[in-house]
């Protein structure tokens, strides 16, 4: 499963969040302008009215308007405001030239000086009314009179579309700038952090020795810290290899001399020359085992290709006499992470085997994805069973009687492997020998 970066988890997050802020934002901007249309347009409304109220005559047992009116609106059909006043009765008294037939209206009757504005859908329109109710002292009594003025709503619609366009344009590019600015800042502000993974990087592949000291304070202590472990690591390494060459010498200087005075002796007793050889195979298997990197803090990068080349020219020259074919097919970046040490010991033993009982051919094979690095070494000599292969790998086990050695070549290529995390299979080979097939998880990360 591939892990998403904190660069982009918190990129991720931050623009999530700022989504929603715009979007909320909008929303109240929006509600808030419309609401502000609302009100203005309910304050045109009351103004009309006053006008209204301003030309309108009383008559006897009648109140009269003019048809024309200053407003051009009113004086023009279907323009979308008009004009009614109501008797009494809610009755129609006189209607503008704006309305062409009086609609059938919610009217309620009001108290007197009552302004009421509402939304109103009459004859499938919307349409803002605002009304107000005065009363006409007369000689008869108080008559009243019911003011109408209404606006359709699709003038309000029309600012409201315009409006949300612009500031839908608008927050989206305020917005559009604000995550290019956090990208900006995001990938500057993690730059260390780049530089730290691509330093590592190189520490794996072998092309520096330690991380650099130009970090961030946040970033010091964690590089600092990384160094001395690298360098108390490697200095652990070598003075432990140090100490297994001392005391490979000093056990071998004296068994050599022991050996060599049993030999001297007239009656050689074999219990003795068994038990020497054995420390001797003791001795040599648990020193090859303590020189096995395994891994370490940081592995490097081996070529695969340039080992084969030098073992296979040593092998060459060795066994010049067999006249035997090999057959390479490496992949030219194929690479082994970890000591270039352990990779000869492991390529020595087995090419060593092949050469020693192949009759004519050697294939060498090793492919690299981003998962594994598989070897495969295989030869056309007698090979072994199934059975036997099973053993081939414990200490001192020998398929053949007749061989020179110790039996102890297999058992130190199977450690080392498994101290990689790798694997090594025996089997039959196409050619009809031995086939071995290695694979180590590939450590060089995604570029």
């Known amino acids: 499963m591939t892990q998403i970066s904190l660069r982009r988890r918190f990129f991720l997050h931050s623009a999530i969040t700022l989504v929603i802020v715009m979007c909320v934002s909008l929303f109240v901007m929006d509600y808030s302008y419309r609401s502000e249309l609302e009100q203005s347009s309910a304050q045109r409304l009351r103004l009309h009215i006053f006008n209204l109220l301003s030309v309108a005559e009383k008559k006897p047992h009648s109140l009269s308007l003019p048809d024309i009116l200053r407003n051009p609106r009113f004086n023009t059909l279907n323009s979308g405001l008009w004009a009614l006043v109501l008797d009494y009765q809610l009755q129609p008294l006189w209607h503008s030239l704006s309305l062409g037939q009086v609609p059938d209206l919610n009217s309620t009757t009001q108290e007197t000086g009552t302004w009421v504005w509402q939304k109103q859908t009459i004859n499938g329109q919307v349409l803002l009314t605002m009304s107000y109710t005065i009363a006409w002292d007369t000689p008869n009594g108080l008559e009243?009179?019911?003011?109408?003025?209404?606006?359709?709503?699709?003038?309000?619609?029309?600012?409201?579309?315009?409006?949300?366009?612009?500031?839908?344009?608008?927050?989206?590019?305020?917005?559009?700038?604000?995550?290019l600015g956090q990208h900006l800042v995001l990938r500057?502000?993690?730059?260390?952090i780049n530089t730290l993974e691509k330093e590592i990087r190189s520490l794996e592949k072998g092309e520096q020795k330690q991380l650099s000291r130009t970090y961030p304070a946040e970033l010091f202590g964690v590089t600092t810290n990384l160094n001395a472990l690298?360098?108390?690591e490697h200095t652990q390494r070598e003075k432990y290899r140090a100490a297994m060459a001392d005391l490979a010498h000093s056990l071998k200087t004296p068994?050599?001399?022991?050996?060599?005075?049993?030999?001297?002796?007239?009656?050689?007793?074999?219990?003795?020359?068994?038990?020497?050889?054995r420390i001797d195979q003791s001795i040599e298997y648990q020193l090859r085992r303590a020189v096995i990197s395994g891994h370490s803090l940081l592995h490097q990068g081996t070529s695969i290709t340039e080992v084969l080349d030098d073992l296979i020219d040593v092998l060459n020259h060795a066994y010049r006499d067999s006249n035997l074919v090999v057959e390479i097919d490496v992949d030219s970046d194929a690479q082994f992470y970890g000591d270039e040490n352990d990779l000869m010991e492991i390529l020595g033993n087995l090419l060593d085997n092949a050469f020693r009982y192949a009759k004519k051919t050697i294939n060498i094979y090793a492919k690299q994805d981003s998962q594994q690095l598989i070897l495969t070494i295989e030869d056309d000599g007698e090979g072994f069973s199934n059975d036997q292969a099973i053993h081939i790998f414990k200490r001192g086990e020998r398929l053949d009687s007749q061989g020179f050695g110790q039996g102890i070549g297999l058992s130190v290529v199977f450690d080392i492997v498994n101290s990689y995390d790798g694997g090594i299979t025996a089997g039959r080979s196409t050619l009809g020998g031995a086939c071995f097939t290695l694979t180590f998880p590939t450590q060089k990360g995604d570029e």
């Open 144 to 179: 009243r009179y019911q003011f109408v003025v209404a606006e359709d709503e699709t003038f309000i619609q029309q600012e409201l579309t315009g409006f949300r366009w612009w500031l839908g344009s608008g927050f989206s590019l305020i917005t559009l700038s604000l995550l």
């Open 188 to 192: 500057s502000s993690f730059k260390p």
């Open 230 to 232: 690298i360098r108390k």
């Open 255 to 277: 068994l050599a001399i022991v050996k060599g005075e049993l030999q001297l002796l007239p009656n050689k007793n074999d219990v003795l020359q068994k038990a020497m050889v």
